[in-house]
């Protein structure tokens, strides 16, 4: 029995808690989620949701101003201003700094995170910071994000901040206030589920594809009330920058949060960042986190198992991202199919004005995104430059490349990425989550095809009548140089 | 927050799978800063055309389902997004509740937090509730929080589960902060044992 924790709510007190915990503290055997949750529990009321404490809270602009309000409302203060950390990401322009915002009411909503960082004494990384950047990707490259803590923020995609082997996931707007409030969060314990994922990844196969393949498989709604463990040798094989694209489409497949053990990669990764412990603190830091994988013989609620050697780049073709293909496939057929998979497929392709049966490389793009929290980190950019090198952008196609945040940016014009993509015919822009989302000037046209390395393909996500079909950056670098999806394993690379 | 306990409304159905948050409330309308006000733009990319111009084909506009405020739909609905906006829109449109056969977290949890209920049902059920809300004139649910039941006129009677503790605060409509800081002492215990950073601290304005 994994200590009293695993009783049912109604079963739970904490005298019962800490007498079975203690009694059995050696024979117990955690999941890294387990341990996470465990050290982050402050109180379990008797019949009610155990209290979680947060480590961490990152904030933006679009989940957060009602937040402000009903702190002001009910005269409270943020609780832990240190343990806040604030960015504008979404709504901003990815046009050159400077240039006046024209959407008024995006303009009021970064106006209204300016101030209410200033009267609660929040650390903002705004509009002009040398670090500004997409929550998801500053958080990380900042050191802020660590392994062991409990992350939270008001987007979903903050499952990313799993890759450190942190518990992270995303909330709502009450969520926000309720942690800015008290620094903790009433939360029903979620389920395990281990994704395993055996043999090595093909070369031109990356954590993108990873993540679509699993969600091609178990599907949107396969890991709902779960938190994913990635582990397995493909992933313990992955850069920090892979396992956060892999973490990051979590929510995808309906996790609560998806998760990898720190290892080496990670400690590497995290040392000397700006945020990071020093000195005896890392020490210290360090050999906690190396306490924190999971115990062998630790039991799951779910196991699913992956052979990652069979994978290959995948090929969104609908409206959800469990809609997948692999790239020398193609588009479904209906007919076969059971009503309420027909339905949904037919629906789908009549929004992205396919063919049921064509083949994937036969499919024409009109506009390309290389961005997003999920692909627009250091890694993804070089990727993506070593496909288009030498290349030039189909002449039918419009693409753009917007770093992750303003140091990506900084460090791919170090390296000259900038170069080969304006080379090249790429658009080379600002920071943001852009067109991912489009809640800037970034959006697609209606009709428009996109291929994106973003993480959501659904109904008018990048624009109104807009069709996205996710892929990783060097399919997505592929495709606007050739007009078409094509398979990164017959690229010639210059 | 609004209590809810028993609730009884006339029935909309949505014959979707997977509906997710960009549907409920797409991204142009994330912007406003108030949590009111957001009913109108519910769907819209489904409910109105390019031009602006209402859709008279979607099923919430037609006449025979205006006013509902019980919503019937296929499974994993909510999913994607954390917009809470989303929960905004359907209550402020006069939705009290959804029902399905599965709903996305984040989306479950912020409904408990807007008094908005969540019934989750067998997939049987929601198909037999969806052609009942296609076929019947004015069809209408009783959604029973006290006894956790669904019940219609014609016979229809279902139980739901649902956390004991959510429950609970949606009967009383209790506000989760002031729950949360009741236990005052063991934050600040739990704080005192793991200060913040020192070098997140920065000087008050």
């Known amino acids: 029995m994994r200590a009293g924790l695993c009783l049912p709510p109604s079963a739970r007190c904490e005298k019962l808690c800490i007498t079975v915990f203690l009694s059995e503290a050696m024979a117990v055997r955690e999941t890294l989620f387990e341990k996470i949750w465990n050290a982050h529990l402050v109180a379990q009321p008797a019949g009610r949701s155990p209290i979680l404490y947060i480590d961490l809270h990152l904030v933006h602009e679009v989940t957060s101003p009602q937040a402000f309000d009903g702190l002001r409302a009910a005269g409270r203060p943020v609780r832990q201003p240190a343990r806040t950390v604030a960015t504008v990401d979404h709504n901003i322009p990815t046009e050159p700094r400077g240039t006046p915002i024209t959407d008024l009411i995006a303009a009021k909503q970064i106006a209204a995170l300016q101030s209410n960082c200033k009267e609660f004494g929040i650390r903002l990384f705004d509009m002009d910071s040398p670090e500004q950047g997409i929550v998801h990707v500053i958080g990380p490259e900042l050191g802020l994000t660590q392994p062991g803590m409990t992350i939270v923020c008001g987007d979903s995609h903050t499952s990313t901040h799993g890759a450190f082997g942190a518990l992270a996931f995303g909330i709502g707007t009450s969520e926000v206030e309720h942690v800015l409030a008290t620094q903790c969060l009433a939360q029903q314990r979620p389920k395990t589920m281990k994704i395993d994922v055996r043999g090595r990844l093909a070369d031109g196969v990356t954590a993108k594809d990873l993540a679509l393949g699993i969600i091609g498989q178990i599907g949107t709604d396969g890991a709902t009330g779960h938190v994913i463990e990635y582990a397995g040798p493909a992933v313990r094989a992955l850069s920090m920058e892979g396992r956060m694209t892999l973490c990051n489409m979590s929510i995808e497949a309906g996790a609560r949060a998806g998760m990898v053990a720190p290892d080496e990669t990670t400690v590497a990764y995290v040392k000397g960042r700006k945020f990071a412990p020093q000195d005896a603190d890392w020490e210290k830091a360090v050999s906690y986190w190396r306490s924190l994988p999971t115990d062998d013989g630790a039991a799951y609620d779910k196991v699913v198992e992956i052979d990652g050697a069979q994978l290959c780049p995948f090929v969104t073709w609908g409206t959800n991202p469990g809609m997948v293909a692999p790239v020398t496939g193609r588009v479904p057929e209906v007919k076969g199919l059971g009503d309420s998979d027909r339905r949904a497929t037919e629906l789908a392709l009549q929004y992205m004005d396919l063919e049921p049966g064509i083949r994937i490389e036969d499919i024409g793009i009109d506009r390309v995104f290389i961005g997003s929290c999920t692909n627009s980190r250091i890694e993804d950019l070089r990727a993506a430059a070593r496909v288009a090198k030498g290349h030039h952008v189909s002449s039918k196609v419009r693409a753009m490349v917007v770093p992750g945040s303003q140091t990506v940016k900084r460090a791919a014009e170090q390296e000259g990425l900038h170069r080969i993509f304006q080379d090249a015919g790429f658009e080379w822009r600002e920071s943001g989550c852009s067109m991912c989302l489009g809640m800037n000037p970034d959006i697609l046209q209606p009709g428009e095809r996109c291929a994106s390395t973003s993480n959501r393909n659904f109904e008018g996500r990048q624009g109104r009548g807009g069709r996205t079909h996710l892929v990783s950056p060097m399919m997505a670098a592929a495709a606007a140089i050739a007009g078409h999806f094509t398979d990164i394993r017959n690229w010639k690379f210059r | ?205």
């Open chain 2, 1 to 205: 927050m609004k209590p809810f306990t028993v609730h009884r409304g006339r029935v909309a159905p949505l014959d979707r799978v997977n509906v997710d948050t960009d549907q409920i409330i797409p991204k142009q309308f994330l912007k406003r800063i108030e949590r009111t006000g957001f009913g109108q733009f519910l769907f819209y990319d489904w409910r109105f055309g390019a031009d602006g111009k209402k859709n008279a084909d979607f099923v919430l506009d037609e006449p025979r389902y205006e006013g509902a405020s019980i919503l019937v739909a296929g499974k994993n609905f909510g999913c994607g997004s954390s917009r809470e906006h989303a929960v905004w829109a359907l209550a402020d449109f006069g939705f009290r509740a959804v029902i399905s056969f599965s709903f996305a977290d984040i989306f479950a949890n912020n409904s408990t937090k807007n008094g908005f209920l969540t019934v989750q049902l067998s997939e049987s059920q929601v198909v037999e509730l969806l052609q009942r809300a296609q076929g019947i004139d004015d069809y209408q649910l009783t959604i029973d929080l006290e006894t956790c039941e669904v019940r219609d006129d014609q016979g229809f009677r279902a139980k739901f589960p649902i956390d004991e503790f959510v429950r609970h605060c949606l009967l009383n409509g209790l506000d989760d902060i002031g729950l949360t800081l009741q236990h005052e002492a063991k934050i600040a215990a739990y704080e005192a044992q793991h200060p913040a950073p020192a070098v997140l601290k920065i000087s008050r304005p």
